[in-house]
């Protein structure tokens, strides 16, 4: 029932066991539908350091918060060790290995060129000296 | 003069913080010197002690270091980047990856062309490309996006990031 005071709790309140009041700072980024998301972030974060944290943010930047604090639980839980600090080593190495790479592609283009360059400017000597030639006979 | 409880003179960070005695076997007492007490400082305010206790007692004793340096990376973040925490580091190296691998592709590309069409090279001069990289970062199962769009920009420079 839409109406009903039991369904209108967000997750955060149902899972606290209290009144979810009008102003809840949890409720707009805690639906009822979704108690999972709730429960994942309490056990890391705990509810008052949530609550806390979304309070000290302007209300447009909320949303975006509670959600990045949600991947970032998940990944805690999923890696009690690293949690998402893994994926930023991850990618500092693949950041690396791309870099190293791109260094040694452009080294083989760089000799190729000049190698090239090298061939060309020789030729274009030997063309100079025909044609002097050819001018002065 | 003599206070009215003693404190070891080998207390914790955690327990001078938390204002208690330290025990012998205390949890935090190998991870948070001393020495280092904004260390604990910022862990409690983004994660709880207690909560820092359950996630060190679940994880084996050869790793809980490992354990309280990302917890405080990530507690580091967290407090330097309120909205966007952690994520908006592997934000910006997602999209440093992207600009690499953009890169990348047109150097290869450069590259078969020149060796197609350079009249230098012989047969036996074949020039061996680098093996392609993978390129999406090891997602773990639980299905995060392989590239987060922030819809601001995120404290982090690239500085920091190095």
Known sequence: DYLSMNSSRCAACKYLRKRCPSECIFSPY????NPQRFAC??????????GRMLQQLPVY?????????????????????????????????????????????????ALINNAYTQQESSQFQQLDGLLSNLNNF | ???????????????????????????????????????FA???????????????????????????????????ARLR????????????????????????TIARARLAHYASSSPLLNDDQAITLPPPIDPSPSSSS?????SFLLSQQPIWSDEDLN
């Open chain 1, 41 to 50: 972030v309490h056990r890391i974060y705990g509810a008052s350091n949530i």
């Open chain 2, 42 to 76: 910022k862990v409690h305010k983004v994660f709880g002690a207690s909560n820092v206790s359950k996630i060190l007692s679940e994880v084996p004793e050869e790793q809980r270091e490992d354990a309280v340096n990302s917890l405080a990376y990530e507690a580091e």
């Open chain 2, 1 to 39: 003069m003599k206070g009215s409880e003693t404190r070891s003179s080998s207390s914790c960070a955690a327990c001078k913080f938390l204002k208690r005695r330290c025990t012998p076997n205390c949890i935090f007492a190998p991870y948070f010197r001393s020495d280092e007490p904004t260390k």
């Open chain 1, 61 to 109: 930047l909320r949303a975006e918060a509670a959600d990045c604090l949600y991947y970032e639980a998940q990944c805690r839980i999923e890696n009690p060790v690293y949690g998402c600090v893994g994926m930023i080593s991850t990618l500092h190495q693949q950041i690396f290995s791309a870099q190293e790479q791109l260094a040694k592609v452009q080294a083989e283009i």
């Open chain 2, 142 to 146: 639980s299905g995060f996006p392989e």
């Open chain 1, 30 to 33: 805690f639906p009822p539908n």
């Open chain 2, 81 to 104: 980047d309120p909205v966007y925490g952690c994520i908006g580091a592997i934000a910006m190296l997602q999209k440093k990856m992207v600009e690499l691998q953009h890169d990348l």
